[in-house]
């Protein structure tokens, strides 16, 4: 993923404070509860939100993530991309507790999303990667703690404490998480699925339909033989199945912060095959 530059701590991203500016109509006349969001230091119109609407500054959030990830420990900050000029910012960060299946690798991750649009809450988001082939996979399941399935994420109205404690509880889900899928991996390793049983997989993901395009059908062929032949992959398992999945997504295609960002919302070809596999 290039788009993410490397950094040693939070320090290192790049800072911009976001303006809350009152909206006039074409005649000057003031509109009443309408504000651009805008960056100070380009001018750059971020999003429209009304008046009881606080911006979290960057330099405020990186701190709550600096604070949570203390509280933790064994946290790691690596990297930071954002999208749109800013309207949304993703901090990289890793677990220092990788998970060993048996010599296959994969590196527990959990990516900040913030948020400068006015438009969605600050979250952070359960993450692995396949060291073998660089697959990475979000683990955007329905956690207990939240019967919506949606993520509650840092609020604007919050106080500063508050935006701790929920930074802190959502890491922690991050854990869980990740252990969690450490034991549905062993799981799905030692479970047998065949080249058939892939096509079939390929088939409810993008399903076949009476006048598809070339690139439709190329798009199935291409899974099935990651399936066989990706990194990491011996065509066996229903982990190879994930994997092979996982690994079209990731590598396909140009990749884009926008691209990443869009990832976030559990709808992935990734994710559904997680579904249907671990059903």
């Not at 220092?96 to 990516?111: A, K, M, S």
């Not at 190329?218 to 229903?238: A, Q, T």
Request: proline letters at 2%; glycine letters at 6%.
């Amino acid at each position: 993923m290039g788009f993410f530059k490397e950094i040693n701590t939070l320090d290192d991203i790049p800072q911009f404070e976001v303006d809350k500016v009152a909206v006039s109509d074409a005649n000057g006349n003031r509109i009443p509860d309408a504000y651009s969001l805008q960056r100070s230091d380009s001018g750059q119109h971020l999003g429209f939100v009304k008046d009881s609407y606080r911006p979290i500054q960057v330099d405020e959030m990186l701190n709550i993530i600096n604070d949570a990830s203390n509280i933790i420990g064994d946290i790691e900050h690596e990297g930071y991309t954002e999208s749109a000029n800013g309207k949304k910012m993703v901090v990289r960060s890793r677990l220092l507790h990788d998970i060993n299946l048996d010599g296959d690798v994969i590196q527990p991750l959990f990516y900040t999303v913030i948020d400068n649009s006015g438009m969605g809450s600050n979250k952070s988001i359960a993450s692995t990667v396949r060291i073998a082939c660089d697959n990475a996979f979000h683990l955007l399941k329905q956690d207990a703690e939240n019967a919506t399935g949606r993520f509650q994420g840092v609020r604007h109205h919050d106080t500063f404490d508050e935006k701790i404690e929920t930074m802190v509880n959502q890491i922690k889900a991050n854990v869980r998480s990740t252990v969690s899928f450490a034991d549905t991996a062993r799981r799905l390793r030692g479970e047998s699925f065949s080249v058939d049983s892939m096509a079939k997989l390929t088939q409810q993901l993008i399903p076949v339909e009476e006048e598809e395009s070339t690139k439709r059908v190329l798009k199935r062929e291409r899974i099935v033989e990651l399936f066989r032949s990706g990194m990491g992959n011996i065509g066996k398992s229903k982990w190879d199945a994930l994997n092979a999945v996982t690994e079209y997504e990731t590598h396909t295609g140009k990749q884009s912060s926008e691209k990443f960002i869009r990832s976030f919302n559990g709808n992935t070809l990734s994710n559904q095959a997680h579904k249907m596999l671990v059903a």
